[in-house]
């Protein structure tokens, strides 16, 4: 299309849709990614399908990292690396058995904690004892789950912004270390989920210091429903379990950062930072969490600088190993905390739509929030007014204090797949993706592009 | 209420609802049952969480035995036994593993089908070969299979009649034995089945005489998706699987089918006999098939009894062992053949909710197939007009040519769950199993007060 042809469309297109500035290049490139970009749904279609689970500090992880530099390269990014890091490394083991030996004998399908301790390929047989919630647990006499399995019933529902995991994710989180505490010789859950599928939800748990790490397993809610019934029918009468979990701690191993970049034109500015993170449990493929995120993030990267070259560079970070304690997130600030970013973002919630633009400039630089702000309101993303505190992977931005923004996913099924075996490529609607890129480049356009400091100090 | 009251109930209820005749006590209980029937529930809940998978042939399956048959009297029934036949017994074994080795090494999730021999402990590897379907594999040159695994992707579609399963079952049914006689050292399946989530659904396959089985398994739906974006990327590049499934055939085991009545007022005439199958597959719980259908069929012989005592026995089947091969529903045929029974009726097909009544004697007695499609139009049933061949478990009523009647279940979300892990009582929905306990108590209640022969001779 000619620049005159263009500007004549874009005439049109202020008639019909008049937010839309079809003759700013990052404005057109958002638009076009809507209906037309390929990058994300490549990236992720391809990590599931050739590498699969990526589980932090393994060689799965390794192979990912290789695959995320060839595809980087690939698309035409520059400076494209992977920086290596040593981490703690925990693995799942083959066998995850739950028995209910009596009175109701059936097994229960259960999976591992991240930073389970082992029961022994043997397991281990014991009483099981039901707390509501932590906040039950907590109360329980030190000493009184001695030789005993404790069970967190704790449930979730699904909300739209993902609040409920802080409300529900304690069960998962301090729940074993709470119980081991007080002797439990292992902690069951609930899975930290929403679905009625027998696929449980894991991630990680930790024991406080000095607490000697028990094994530790997700039961799927149907399985975890099902032994609720028990204790309903039991009445009083002692529920036994065989609880087989053989995961095992590798030491230390070396996990990296994939990165990559978009050179500005001038790259003495500060350049944009957008993350995800590559590595994922290995029960599922890692497509929800977080192929889509890396996906979303390099293709927002090469469509901001489709039209022209940005000002600022924009840097992309895969980070590794962030399920089993945001080792690579850590890192990468411990390794780069010298070089000034201008602003970090950060997708990790999945691939379902942005409905809320959220950054820590509202006040600040009230202009650039609110020129973002109407930017991307054509795609149906409204204008928070909470402080953008970032995730998980952009420890860096929150460790300069710098900019940050929040471009909230809709969260409403995300756990229903969230660390589950459930967790593939299929969950993807492209649509939705399409949406996430559009906006995350009508975003990074503008970051990318604006001369001043975002934050300003 | 008295029964001047009734009548006076019944007078209103014409008025407002004309279908309905309310002093027919059997209208009154299928009414009463729509709401306030808490057998059906009962027992599904109660053998899905006190006994669990009841795999035929197994100690399990006698333990979903005993349950029933203590459930059956507590609940009224006589005559209640455990009728023991003997059977082939196939056990799935604990290890399900199917690596794709190369170009893309990743574990996909599957599942043994019924009957599958064993790859022993140390599994299989050999290239996959992919057939679109039965027909392709059939057309495929004698041995041109030797030393390769056989997959079958031929997909499935939800249809509210089921009949997606007559064309895609033959994958599972036949597919093993046909790649097996070309000589294929294994077979998988993409799963036969409408949902995605990473539950194979298992089920029966069978090898020809002459015909060594070989392991069958099935891959959840998002793993044969990856297994065929997989041949997609390789272009030709052999794809290699390491598989290893170790089912065990056990010989010859004892199962039984569990019967139950509530004896008529004339327990002369032939019984109006209702069946249902008791066994499940290991891997779920058996809530949707076929516990539901053992919960209905009790509680409707309970209800259409529960105004007075009916004319006719009704004679509850909760047969053994149908998912291996129909081995109860034969064994009761030839224990019974020579006492008629007056009709025949099946509930497997899940516990959603009754669309459609069609018998097999529309055109032999259309006075009674009218009055029983007028008695249950009410509960949003039609009048199908196919003739009705019954269901696996009465195989007594096709042998004596006797009285079939069919209560079509919606089956649109059938194959999300049979004969997956996934069939747990959580996917019952309480509403739609009355639903089905109302239509049945009408059809059962009627046909259990006609003097005359059901089917004519």
């Keep these: 299309m000619t620049r005159t042809a263009m500007l004549a469309a874009a005439l049109l297109a202020t008639v019909a849709t008049p937010v839309v500035a079809q003759a700013d290049p990052v404005a057109s490139a958002a638009d076009a990614a809507l209906t037309q970009d390929r990058y994300a749904w490549d990236f992720v279609e391809g990590v ?16 990912g990292r290789d695959w ?11 400076n494209v690396a992977d920086e290596p890091f040593e981490m703690d490394t925990w693995v799942p083991g083959d066998t995850h058995k739950a028995e209910i030996l009596s009175p109701y004998a059936q097994p229960l399908v259960i999976q591992p904690l991240g930073n389970s301790a082992s029961t022994g390929p043997d397991g281990i047989e ?3 004892v039901e707390f509501e919630n932590v906040d039950a647990l907590r109360a329980a006499p030190d000493g009184s789950l001695e030789g005993k399995i404790a069970y967190i019933s704790h449930s979730m529902t699904p909300t739209q912004d993902g609040s409920q995991y802080g409300f529900a994710g304690p069960a998962r989180w301090v729940g074993a270390g709470i119980a081991a505490s007080k002797g439990a010789v292992a902690t069951i859950i609930k899975a930290v989920g929403t679905d009625y599928h027998r696929n449980p939800h894991t991630g990680g748990t930790s024991f406080p210091d000095g607490v000697e790490p028990t094994p530790a397993g997700a039961l799927s809610l149907p399985d975890a429903a099902n032994l609720e019934r028990m204790f309903d029918r039991a009445q009083g009468t002692p529920i036994r379990m065989k609880l087989t979990l053989t995961p095992r701690r590798l030491g230390m191993t070396t996990s990296g950062n994939v990165v990559g970049e978009i050179v500005g034109r001038d790259p003495s500015l500060p350049p944009v930072l957008v993350a995800c993170h590559l590595d994922s449990w290995w029960n599922g493929t890692g497509a929800f969490d977080d192929g889509a995120g890396c996906g979303i993030v390099a293709a927002a990267a090469k469509h901001a600088a489709s039209g022209a070259q940005p000002l600022r560079t924009i840097r992309v970070l895969m980070a590794g190993a962030e399920e089993t304690g945001l080792w690579g997130s850590k890192a990468y600030s411990a390794a780069h905390i010298d070089e000034p970013i201008a602003v970090g973002l950060e997708s990790d919630f999945g691939a379902d739509r942005i409905w809320r633009f959220e950054s820590n400039f509202r006040e600040a630089n009230p202009a650039l929030h609110a020129r973002i702000a109407s930017a991307v309101a054509r795609f149906g ?9 970032g995730g998980a992977d952009i420890d860096i931005a929150r460790d300069q204090k710098t900019a940050i923004i929040d471009l909230q996913q809709d969260g409403t099924r995300y756990f229903d797949l969230h660390h589950t075996p459930d967790d593939t490529l299929d969950k993807i609607d492209p649509v939705q993706l399409r949406q996430n890129v559009a906006v995350w480049t009508q975003v990074v356009g503008i970051l990318a592009n604006e001369p001043g400091a975002i934050l300003p100090r």
Excluded at 48 to 61: F, K, L, N
Excluded at 381 to 389: C, E, L, Q, R, Y
Aim: hydrophobic fraction near 40%.
């Design 48 to 63: 599931t399908t050739e590498v699969g689970p990526r589980q932090a500090g393994t060689e799965a992880e390794q192979r």
């Design 126 to 128: 014991a009483e099981v």
């Design 68 to 78: 995320a530099v060839a595809w980087l390269k690939r698309n035409g990014f520059v």
């Design 381 to 389: 993303v409204s204008n928070g007014t909470a402080v953008a505190t």
